[in-house]
């Protein structure tokens, strides 16, 4: 039976680290830009309708959820970056 649940503790790890290694997150570059930006901020929180710190975790962890159409649109005009400047894997 624990050989089992080592078997399935080890898939899930395998998984867990090929989705981290395979996502797409915001540079370094991107984060302080909107870090710096209440405009962009807002319009995160108002368009998405987020609350103010929805936003602010999601910066902190560089979350995936950034990385949507609708908020790279948003980052994207608020911060006048291009999307080569926005997304890093």
Do not use: F, G
């Not at 902190?60 to 950034?66: A, F, G, S, V, Y």
């Amino acid at each position: 039976m624990n050989y089992i649940c080592s078997i399935k503790s080890d898939k899930a790890n395998i998984i867990k680290q090929m989705t981290d290694t395979m996502t797409i997150r915001l540079t370094d570059t991107a984060i302080e830009a909107v870090k710096k930006s209440l405009d962009a901020k807002n319009r995160l929180q108002y368009e998405l309708k987020i609350s103010y710190l929805t936003v602010q975790r999601w910066l902190r962890n560089n979350d995936p959820k950034l990385t949507t159409a609708h908020a790279l649109k948003i980052i994207s005009e608020e911060t006048k970056l291009s999307e080569t400047d926005l997304l890093r894997n």
